[in-house]
């Protein structure tokens, strides 16, 4: 079994086992295509074709494997899944491509170059901005493909899992602010939001259409 195969084995070990297990040591794998730099305002320098090409990858696979090394470079297998549908569903959403949705943005961002989600140039919906390594790319074939099937139940966006856990650790220790935007009573929330694998182990996250955000 090869490096690649063996990640996409243990996304979707992790994908079935419910994404609560945590990856201590985290082996990103080599870069994938050329070293870029980012420009003064905040963009990368670098035609995203000739880096795609360069990479050995198609358009779409690259873009977002560049949007899981920004976004969430460090996190386990199952965050990189998750995020990558997102995206993927909210390029769909729109009607768009992934590439287009990544490098689409206000300003100067919006001129299909890949760079950070608030870049001084311009907003964009995700942060395109780091080179990608094996292991983003392989999250990224597995999404792209569909070789691993969506556990978002539809997300569009999404949200920091460990930001979201803080977030349900404040309502469940009996923060009313917390509990209230949350919309769930104390007890409740701490078993219902805590992200899967995040910083806070017990319990999962509820997924929701609209992302991680726990609105629903």
């Excluded at 419910?18 to 990856?23: E, K, L, Y």
């Excluded at 493909?145 to 556990?151: F, H, I, M, R």
Aim: net charge neutral; with cysteine.
């Amino acid at each position: 079994m090869n490096r690649g195969a063996l990640v996409l084995v243990v996304v979707l070990v992790v994908l079935l086992l419910g994404g609560d297990a945590v990856i201590d040591r985290l082996t990103n794998g080599g870069r994938v295509g050329p070293r870029t730099e980012l420009r003064d305002d905040g963009l990368v320098d670098g035609n995203p074709i000739d880096l795609a090409t360069a990479a050995g990858l198609d358009l779409d696979t690259y873009s977002l494997a560049r949007a899981l090394s920004s976004e969430h470079g460090q996190d386990p297998d199952a965050y990189l899944v998750a995020v990558g549908w997102a995206i993927r569903n909210y390029a769909a959403e729109r009607g768009s491509s992934i590439f287009a949705v990544l490098t689409d943005g206000a300003g100067d961002a919006g001129d299909w170059l890949y760079g950070e989600q608030k870049a001084a140039a311009g907003t964009k919906y995700a942060s395109t901005s780091q080179d990608p390594f094996e292991r983003h790319v392989t999250a990224a074939v597995a999404v792209v493909s569909g070789a691993t099937p969506d556990p978002t139940g539809g997300a569009a966006h999404f949200f920091s899992p460990r930001t979201q856990d803080k977030l349900a650790a404040k309502a469940a220790d009996g923060d009313a602010r917390y509990a209230k935007y949350l919309g769930r009573d104390a007890a409740s929330v701490d078993a219902r939001w805590r992200a899967p694998g995040g910083s806070i182990p017990k319990g999962r996250s509820r997924w929701c259409r609209r992302g991680w955000i726990p609105r629903c």
